[in-house]
């Protein structure tokens, strides 16, 4: 979405939308990653689980500002000139938009919930697991990476 907005257009009709859609997905994921980081480790040590979650954040934050914009070819004076800046935004959205991908690829094939959650979960619980006793919102509910839950 974010590369479909061109230049002329309003902020209303053009980078809102987008904009919201980002926040959306931030809200989505930020969320369960954090309760993964806290909830994997014990309740003594959940203080630097917040702190290495939250400097794995700014650093990948950091090398994102950094490497983003020389990726798609925005560097010196390119960021006076609108319409090299625009040319670059968009392939930054990409570069951008591909690592989401392929992270919720990562996160799919490797973050896996013990057997024991899901049916726990599914059958004591009353969620109605369905096939096998997995449900689809067991991953929302429970922490992936925790053994003990």
Excluded: Q
């Excluded at 479909?4 to 990653?33: E, N």
């Excluded at 951008?96 to 992270?103: D, E, H, L, M, Q």
């Excluded at 009353?126 to 067991?138: A, E, I, M, P």
């Amino acid at each position: 979405m974010l590369s479909r907005t061109a230049s002329d257009s309003s902020y209303l009709s053009g980078a809102l939308p987008a904009v919201l859609v980002l926040g959306l997905g931030l809200a989505v994921t930020v969320a369960p990653l954090t309760a993964t980081a806290l909830g994997s480790v014990a309740d003594d040590r959940a203080g630097l689980a917040s702190a290495v979650n939250n400097d794995v954040a700014r650093v990948g934050g950091l090398i994102a500002v950094a490497v983003i914009p020389a990726l798609a070819g925005i560097v010196g004076r390119d960021y006076l000139n609108p319409s090299k800046m625009a040319g670059g935004f968009r392939t930054a959205v990409f570069i951008t938009a591909s690592w989401c991908v392929a992270g919720g690829v990562l996160a799919a094939l490797g973050i896996r919930n013990p057997d024991a959650v899901h049916a726990e979960t599914a059958e004591g619980n009353g969620h109605g697991g369905g096939g096998g006793g997995r449900c689809l919102h067991c991953a929302l509910d429970a922490t992936p990476l925790s053994a003990d839950s």
